[in-house]
């Protein structure tokens, strides 16, 4: 897919959704050119929306945030053959417009990357429930009221 239709893709998705404001922080440690450029369309076309902050880093936190929290967070690896979609819970607990957002960013990020990777969540990988917990620790991932 050209890079022009990653991008056309991305506003289409967040449009037809109706995205509800949220903040998603990328960790980008990737060096694949490639990979990088189609991520930024990904995330301009996100931020055009004006639903979605988006912000990056090209390496995962260690200390304490200060900032504002996220309520997702992408962690691209350096190299392998998946990326992590950090939630403060399984997709299913995610309060309704999160949820909502969080499958069609799925599909939006696999399509970025053409099966080179594959976007794994809480539901599909133990080691995403380690990111996310370190992320939650840190302050970078903010929590969910999941009711009573």
């Known amino acids: 897919m050209k890079l022009a239709g990653v991008v056309l ?6 449009c037809s959704t109706g995205l509800a404001q949220f903040r998603m922080l990328f960790v980008l440690e990737s060096q694949v050119l490639e990979e990088l ?3 930024e369309a990904l995330a301009r076309a996100l931020v055009r929306t004006g ?16 900032e504002e929290p996220f309520q997702l967070v992408l962690v691209v690896p350096a190299a392998g053959r998946f990326v992590w979609l950090c939630t403060p819970a399984p997709a299913a607990w995610l309060p309704e417009p999160l949820a909502e957002a969080y ?3 799925v599909e939006a990020i696999e399509t970025v990357f053409e099966g080179r990777r594959t976007v794994r969540g809480l539901e599909d990988d ?8 370190r992320l939650s620790r840190l ?3 903010e929590g969910v ?3 009573d």
């Open 9 to 14: 893709l991305a506003l289409l998705l967040a």
């Open 37 to 39: 450029v189609r991520l």
């Open 51 to 66: 639903e979605v902050k988006v912000r990056a880093v090209a390496q995962m936190p260690s200390e304490r945030w200060l």
């Open 103 to 105: 499958g069609e960013l």
């Open 126 to 133: 133990l080691y995403t429930w380690l990111l996310a917990a």
């Open 139 to 141: 302050g970078v991932l």
């Open 145 to 147: 009221n999941l009711g």
